[in-house]
């Protein structure tokens, strides 16, 4: 009888102490410690190639549509007239590969504190890194929170946080001075975008209720939006749009975004007008994180309780 093909390498994100993802791993592509992370590439058996950093899933080749897709397009779609892009983090390139789908957009700053990030982008995901040589793209190898420091007011019309979770040196890109600088540096119509981790992760729930606070004391409107993402924790991910004056879906103009989106639609594979609505559609317990009080984990979700 023929023996079920077995994988000898296996990749696991925990999630918790004991309970993670685990991907079938044919390969290991690049594997290499920088000064800020370990960064590695595998091939795995069902989702291609995916970046993890830290041992934490980055993207995969078969899903990082969503999540790219999902950052980019309901603010670009929002915004009446999106010209100047700052993406901190991201150093992938597949933010940066959807907001430069817009020819209107003139100029796209990218701050990526790890220059080893580009260079496992370059070698192993080539669709993504493309975007670098776009004579629109401007590469800055530097610290996210210095950048937008020292930028001038009003520069940008919307700046994108594309980060990894709020943890070690990618902290201070959740913090409240940071947001300040950011609503600094945004034009009056401006919009900021953050990734803002999985509403169904216990450990995540109170980071997500402290940037919602924080968010609230600079910009008058803050709303987080969700989409399906299989690779990252929990499969649900949320993204928080803070903007100056633009309400995301009364103020949305579906026949606008339809116009902007017409040279690309049939290239994007989850984000399309109708979505833009539903996405800021919360289900009853993500909209509660932002009216109740933050609550200790419900401890007898734990196994020991099972008997
Ligand atoms: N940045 C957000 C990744 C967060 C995933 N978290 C996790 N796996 N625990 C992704 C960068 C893609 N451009």
Redesign the pocket.
Known sequence: MASPKQHQLQYT?F?QARTGLTFGVERILFNRQSAYQHVQVLQTDAFGRM?TLDG????TERD?FV??EMISHPALCLLPRPRRVLIV??G?G??LREVLRYSEIEQVDLVEIDEVVIEAARTCFPELSIAFDDPRARLHVADGVAFVREAAPATYDLVIV????PVDFAEGLFGESFYRDCARILTDDGVLVT?S?SPFDYTFQASIQAAHAMLGRIFPRVHMYLAHIP???MGLWSFTLASKRLHPVEDFDPEQAARRLAPFADRLRYYNVELHRAAFALPSFVRRLFTEAPSAHPESLHSDDMG
């Open positions: 994100e999630w970046l934490l899933v980055m993207l990082e999540y790219h983090g991201g992938d597949g933010t594309d980060s990894t979770d990734q981790e690779t990252y924790p």
